[in-house]
């Protein structure tokens, strides 16, 4: 809808109240016995004024009412203008607390985001920049965890955001405690660096270094 033009509006109701020029009287009339014009001559005359006013109302009216119309379909143009911006930063403003709870906290990051995600295939971007960013940061931790998967490749500006995770641990083996080597007949290990630091000395120190329990055993299974 084109914009309303009020200088336009105002020419045209000035027109109207200005009015057309009075009607044209017979002057030929066969005057009164007073030299004036007859009776039926002034009769005639206030009623051409009397159209020529109705008319005149009857298009002011019709100004206003084009006024009237103009002016509501402004205001509901305005509203509407207003509405799409208000939820425009409602959105924005909701991606951005999305974002920062992802780890991009400064708008510098949001808005390398926001372009990265504009520029991805759109069958495959999702339906929001913080929607992308989301799946990447699911991606690295997953990747993390799993080492059959692969990471996601994502701009090099944005390398830093991303959540730093570490690999899993291996687990210890069975029946050995953590960081020390199994022993060679199944039996729980022996801490050499704790027996080599023991005072025990002779036959105590090799007593104390060496599991007879579970010897014995290996050699009856074999």
Do not use: C
């Amino acid at each position: 809808m084109a914009d309303l033009d009020f200088d336009a509006l105002a020419k045209k109701i000035t027109a109207s109240l200005r009015g057309a020029p009075r009607p044209a009287i017979d002057d030929e009339e066969e005057p009164t016995s007073r030299g004036g014009r007859s009776a039926e001559g002034t009769i005639a005359t206030m009623r051409a004024e009397i159209k020529a006013l109705r008319a005149r109302e009857a298009a002011l009216a019709q100004d206003f009412a084009d006024f009237q119309a103009a002016a509501k379909a402004n205001d509901a143009k305005i509203r509407e203008d207003a509405a799409g911006q208000v939820a425009g930063l409602a959105q924005r403003h909701a991606e951005d607390l999305t974002l920062t709870q992802h780890g991009v906290t400064d708008p510098l990051g949001r808005e390398t985001v926001r372009r990265a995600w504009d520029a991805q295939p759109k069958d495959s971007r999702g339906k929001s920049p913080s929607d992308w960013w989301g799946q990447q940061v699911a991606a690295t931790k997953a990747a993390a965890a799993d080492p059959k998967l692969q990471a996601p490749e994502v701009p090099t500006p944005l390398r830093g955001y991303l959540p730093a995770v570490e690999a899993p641990k291996a687990q210890p083996q069975r029946g050995a405690a953590p960081g020390q080597p199994q022993a060679p007949w199944g039996g729980a290990g022996v801490d050499r660096g704790t027996a080599l630091a023991s005072k025990a000395t002779g036959m105590e120190a090799f007593h104390a270094a060496t599991d007879f329990d579970a010897a014995i055993a290996a050699l009856a299974r074999g």
